[in-house]
């Protein structure tokens, strides 16, 4: 079998780059999150993943979506753009979501949530996120070609 180079080296960057995932990190007082995709809407699906983490580990049923947007005159602005919108929805309709789509262009974001009514007993939150920061703000992409999204959550 012929491979044409182009095709080869596809497929070489789709199996070096790692999956999407979301990870906490230590801060003195409140708490870091980092989203790492493969592409940057997807970098920042995996940071609001984080930031739901940080309320609860439970499942999130996907009952209800709502539309986000934001703007900002560069990514890593629109990125605390993106996690204020998000904590905004939580607080404003009693809200958790575990779900994502994200949307960007060069300074505008579309965003879908999926979630439903946080539910003490189900959900048992361990805290509420106040505001993303722009403390250890970066947004970036990194040597193996992922992109990260991280900040400090004020919880």
């Known amino acids: 079998m012929v491979?044409?180079?182009?095709?080869?080296?596809?497929?070489?960057r789709v199996e070096r780059t790692p999956p999407a995932r979301w990870e906490h990190f230590p801060h003195s007082a409140d708490v870091?999150?980092?989203?790492?995709?493969?592409?940057?809407p997807e970098a920042f699906e995996q940071a609001a993943l984080a930031l739901t983490g940080i309320v609860t580990?439970?499942?999130?049923?996907?009952?209800?979506?709502?539309?986000?947007?934001?703007?900002?005159?560069?990514?890593?602005?629109?990125?605390?753009?993106?996690?204020?919108?998000i904590i905004f929805e939580m607080a404003v309709r009693n809200m958790i979501f575990g779900g994502f789509k994200v949307t960007l262009?060069?300074?505008?974001?579309r965003g879908t949530l999926w979630g439903e009514t946080l539910d003490q007993a189900k959900h048992a939150p361990a805290c509420e996120p106040k505001g993303a920061t722009y403390t250890a703000l970066r947004v970036a992409q990194e040597p193996d070609e992922t992109w990260s999204a991280s900040c400090i959550i004020d919880v």
């Not at 262009?105 to 974001?109: F, K, N, P, V, Y």
């Open 32 to 40: 870091g999150i980092r989203g790492y995709a493969a592409t940057l």
């Open 57 to 85: 580990d439970a499942e999130i049923e996907p009952r209800t979506s709502v539309e986000v947007t934001c703007e900002a005159s560069d990514l890593e602005v629109l990125f605390v753009e993106w996690l204020n919108a």
């Open 3 to 12: 491979v044409k180079p182009c095709l080869m080296a596809a497929k070489e």
């Open 105 to 109: 262009t060069d300074t505008a974001l």
